[in-house]
């Protein structure tokens, strides 16, 4: 379908608005109106009911401005970029990769030069004036700041959620009574300078996220509640390009999958997409080619929806390894390690670090030991073929050179293991999720009057669960309507009161903003209490007591049908 006609549909009932319209827009920036509020909030709040509640992640909110050693240590300053071409003739900037997007299976994949030469080889214009194309170049995404006057710090808007979970690893592990796996989830926004985002809220500037960080056990990536979905059906396209629908455990156990916790909450964001409403026929998970994986992800799957635009990422579910906390700890003097104690001592032979300290005397001086200290205490694997390694102390950087230090095998008995948890993670896009939503509800028919056009939203995501609708806005029906919408209201549920036009076009305007049901007072309410209640999806209605009202509209918002109003 257009995707123009979800837009204008919500910009017409208040779901979304162009960012600034008034002084001419803002490319990638939209405000949400009134019902795109409600929307995107229930769908938050149902993700949060799965993470938190049954899942048991602690949730975290964090400041939307980092400093520079951030995004240094994430790696977020050398790799978060993606390439731009420039007409010569108008000026026009172009994502380089979406202009090759019918050239090539997957041109993310591809570096400047491979990228170039396509686009050359194709004979690629701009598509505003025809005029010619440079060659693209790397364009960092990052927002950049000064933070605070005189000697100001360099700072960036977050990219992502995912850097504030990390850096408060340790406190989430001790909340979580220094047991693993403990999770962490951050709702909130992020911010990226995209180099030309054209397709609605499928690329924005500044987005919204609902992210779950969950820290495991390298050496243990099973999940105890696998065995409960392991029979659950999902349709993969692994990086070989086949697509196959395979059930959890056949997946795990081929390892088309990396492991339980991934395959789980790969499900759990399936069921997630199902739950608020989009079509699980028109779903599917792709995986990452080794070519465009992210820097940090050792395996990544994206749940992806067919919508106007194409295949649609959503949510990214990946396995980070070891890369962020080794790279925090790394860049910093924290320890965001785990410990695991065993039941009783062991003798094992393992890594350690062994510093030559004639040589870092001679570079350190007066600061070797701390230095020194500093580097033991640092993870192996993040020191091991490295030219050299930077050292945190007491706020000053130390570069420290390989031929300060020794990676070697020692035996020695022991009470525990210090490792570095790795990082199960599910990154979920709201505005995505929000538009992909609308998109799969929304339903055109034709009547005599022109096209009626429905969003079929499931209840639990609707920003309206009730329309009240006196017949007439006089004779007493508007008092009773009225105390009909109080108590939805003091129900917790947001129901909208109407008495403008017919009842035909109060339900085509209910109809178009996707609210479940709609409830009609009329003059029998006077003589006998009861209501008309119409269901949006089968047009059907049914009278019903006053007094059952909340009862009703609770019933029909959870999908039961009109059959489950029987007595009420």
Not at 80 to 95: H, I, L, N, P, Q
Not at 270 to 281: Q, S, V, Y
Request: hydrophobic share 40%.
């Amino acid at each position: 379908m257009d995707p123009q006609d979800v837009l204008s549909l919500c910009k017409r009932r208040g779901f979304l608005w162009p960012s600034y319209d008034i002084y001419g827009g803002m490319a990638g920036m939209y405000d949400f109106g009134p019902l795109g509020v409600a929307l995107k909030n229930n769908i938050e709040n149902h993700w949060r009911w799965l993470y938190v509640l049954q899942e048991g992640f602690l949730e975290l909110s964090c400041p939307l401005v980092a400093p520079e050693p951030v995004f240094k240590a994430s790696g977020h300053l050398d790799t978060f970029s993606d390439m731009y071409v420039e007409c010569t003739k108008c000026g026009e900037t172009y994502r380089a990769d979406h202009l090759a997007k019918d050239l090539h299976e997957n041109p993310a994949t591809l570096n400047e030069e491979q990228l170039g030469g396509l686009l050359r080889a194709k004979e690629v214009k701009c598509p505003s004036c025809k005029g010619d194309l440079t060659e693209p170049r790397r364009f960092n995404l990052m927002f950049k700041t000064m933070v605070g006057a005189g000697k100001a710090k360099a700072g960036y808007l977050r990219p992502e959620t995912a850097q504030g979970m990390f850096v408060n690893f340790q406190q989430v592990y001790r909340l979580g009574r220094e047991r693993l796996p403990v999770g962490a989830v951050q709702v909130g926004k992020a911010f990226r300078n995209e180099i030309s985002p054209r397709q609605g809220l499928i690329r924005l500037r500044e987005f919204h996220q609902m992210e779950a960080e969950l820290f495991v056990d390298p050496e243990d990536k099973t999940w105890p509640r696998f065995g409960s979905v392991k029979g659950e059906k999902l349709v993969l396209v692994a990086n070989t390009g086949e697509a196959k629908e395979l059930t959890l455990e056949q997946a795990v156990r081929d390892k088309v999958i990396a492991n339980e916790v991934l395959a789980y909450f790969m499900w759990l964001t399936h069921r997630f997409a199902a739950d608020i409403g989009l079509d699980p026929a028109r779903m599917r998970f792709r995986q990452h080619e080794r070519t465009e994986m992210a820097h940090y992800a050792s395996d990544c799957w994206d749940l992806e929806a067919e919508l106007g635009y194409g295949w649609i990422e959503l949510v990214g579910v990946a396995d980070r390894g070891c890369y962020d906390l080794s790279a925090h700890i790394g860049h910093s003097d924290a320890d965001l390690t785990a410990f695991e104690r065993f039941e009783e001592p062991k003798e094992v032979e393992q890594e350690a670090v062994k510093v030559r300290f004639d040589v870092m005397g001679k570079m350190f001086k007066g600061e070797t030991k701390a230095v020194a200290e500093a580097l033991s205490k640092m993870p192996v694997d993040s020191l091991k073929r490295r030219k050299e390694v930077a050292v945190q102390v007491g706020g000053k950087s130390y570069s420290v050179p390989s031929e300060c230090f020794d990676v070697c095998m020692r035996r020695e008995k022991v009470t525990g293991r210090k490792f570095v948890p790795h990082v199960i993670e599910p990154s979920y896009g709201v505005d995505r999720i929000v538009y992909a939503v609308m998109e799969h509800a929304f339903s055109r028919s034709k009547k005599e009057d022109g096209d009626y056009v429905t969003l079929r939203l499931k209840g639990l995501v609707a920003p309206y669960k009730a329309g009240v609708f006196p017949l007439m806005a006089k004779d007493g029906l508007d008092d009773i309507a009225s105390g009909v919408h109080a108590s939805l209201s003091a129900a917790g549920m947001h129901a909208y009161l109407d008495d403008a036009g017919s009842i035909g076009r109060r339900y085509a305007r209910m109809d178009e903003v996707g609210t479940p049901c709609c409830i009609t007072v009329d003059y029998q309410s006077k003589d006998d209490g009861t209501v008309t209640i119409r269901d949006r999806d089968s047009s059907e209605q049914r009278r019903i007591k006053k007094e059952n009202v909340v009862l009703a509209v609770t019933r029909l918002v959870s999908g039961a049908g009109l059959k489950a109003l029987e007595g009420l």
